[in-house]
């Protein structure tokens, strides 16, 4: 099973958000996709906040209410478990007092810490699921593309 956490740039095109939807249909297929995959999709709530955050900035305001009305049903669904992502969870306090550690470098190779937030995301769930494919999905070219572990032999346990 593929552990997938959805990127800012795949949730704005499934939901179809103005002007950040140019790949909405291959991001639909590449949904149906995992969907019948069974893959394991995480939506970050730094996705979360982001697609927020681009349709509040939405030009047309009866647009930007239709597509806000959209964005909240969905994230509702995702929060009750009806929806095919499941939410993350809050940070830890430590996790993010270490993330702002490691912030000023991403800074100055410019990454947001949205970004980075979701990268350490993909780094914990290598960790959770050693033998599966974790991948991020964007499509986002520079910055998080090439976050895509193949899943590979499951490490033995020792009897012992």
């Known amino acids: 099973m593929t552990i997938c956490i959805v990127d800012t740039s795949a949730f704005c095109n499934v939901l179809d ?13 590449e949904l149906r996709s995992l969907i019948d995959e069974n ?16 349709i509040s900035q939405l030009g047309d305001g009866r647009r930007r209410r239709a597509t806000a009305k959209r964005f909240v049903e969905q994230v509702s669904l995702a929060l009750s478990g009806e929806a095919p992502w499941a939410p993350t969870p809050l940070p830890a306090p430590l996790d993010l007092a270490a993330w702002l550690v490691e912030f000023p470098n991403a800074a100055t190779r410019g990454q947001s810490l949205a970004d980075l937030s979701i990268i350490k995301l ?12 974790v991948m991020i999905w964007t499509y986002d070219s520079e910055d998080l593309s090439g976050y895509d572990r193949p899943a590979g032999p499951r490490p033995r346990r020792s009897i012992l």
């Not at 958000?17 to 297929?29: C, E, S, T």
């Not at 893959?39 to 681009?54: C, K, Q, S």
């Open 17 to 29: 958000i103005p002007g950040k939807n140019q790949d909405r249909d291959k991001a639909r297929a």
């Open 39 to 54: 893959a394991g999709l995480l939506l970050p709530l730094a996705a979360v906040y982001e697609t927020g955050r681009h």
């Open 122 to 133: 993909w780094q914990q769930q290598c960790d959770l699921h050693r033998g599966r494919r």
